[in-house]
């Protein structure tokens, strides 16, 4: 059988389940499910790296494969996923549904930038790397959720103001800014407030 099938890829194909579902509810009108499974595809995604890194002996291939294996599983998750939420929130806007577009041509740009980009450095360096060139997709999971929460205050603007946070995500993708890969700490802190974020919506919006 092609591919790897054990703990170490267990929670990345549960993230994706979690990502198609977060589509399916929001193509169904079911807007804040939709939003619950983009969180919860966040904190399987904050987690698989994770266990995969356990595995004692773990194959160069193997790891390999589970790079591939992330950023395709990203791409659906925290590219398609958060784009036809926005389609769904500009509620018939035209301009604001093309306009979503933008994000999906970022996401899946900056991932197959970065493929390419640790494919390289893997060659040169055997350390886990420090620092990503520009905004990885996998923030989208927490940044519009919270946006989402904001949803009664801001009334009638917020899908303008939701669709403006997707550019500013979407250009920050594609920019030069080195952004620290989160570890120890500050991946216990986004899993917070994360946590936090989903705790809300389902208090709040379900």
């Known amino acids: 059988m092609i591919g790897i099938l054990d ?4 929670f990345t194909f549960i993230g994706t389940i979690c990502g198609m579902m977060s589509m399916f509810f929001s193509l169904t009108g079911n807007i804040s499910y939709g939003v619950l499974m983009l969180i919860i595809a966040g904190l399987f995604d904050a987690m698989d790296g994770l266990v995969a890194r356990s595995k004692k002996n773990r194959t ?3 790891s390999e494969y589970g790079v591939q294996l992330d950023s395709l599983s990203d791409a659906i998750c925290f590219g398609a996923a958060p784009t036809v939420l926005a389609i769904k929130i500009a509620n018939g806007n035209i301009v604001l549904q093309i306009i979503s577009f933008i994000y999906l041509y970022t996401a899946i740009s900056r991932l197959a930038w970065f493929n390419v980009e640790e494919t390289r450095r893997r060659k040169k360096e055997k350390t886990v790397r420090r620092y990503y060139t520009g905004l990885p997709v996998t923030p989208s ?3 519009f959720p919270t946006i989402y929460l904001l949803k009664d205050v801001l009334n009638n603007s917020f899908p303008y103001v939701y669709i403006g946070v997707l550019l500013l995500v979407a250009g920050l993708q594609l920019s030069k800014l080195q952004i620290p890969h989160l570890k120890g700490k500050g991946l216990i802190i ?3 407030y994360g946590t936090t974020i989903l705790t809300l919506l389902i208090l709040f919006h379900l």
Do not use: V
């Not at 703990?7 to 267990?10: E, I």
């Open 190 to 192: 986004c899993t917070i």
């Open 141 to 143: 999971s927490i940044i």
């Open 60 to 62: 160069e291939f193997e």
């Open 7 to 10: 703990y170490t890829t267990l």
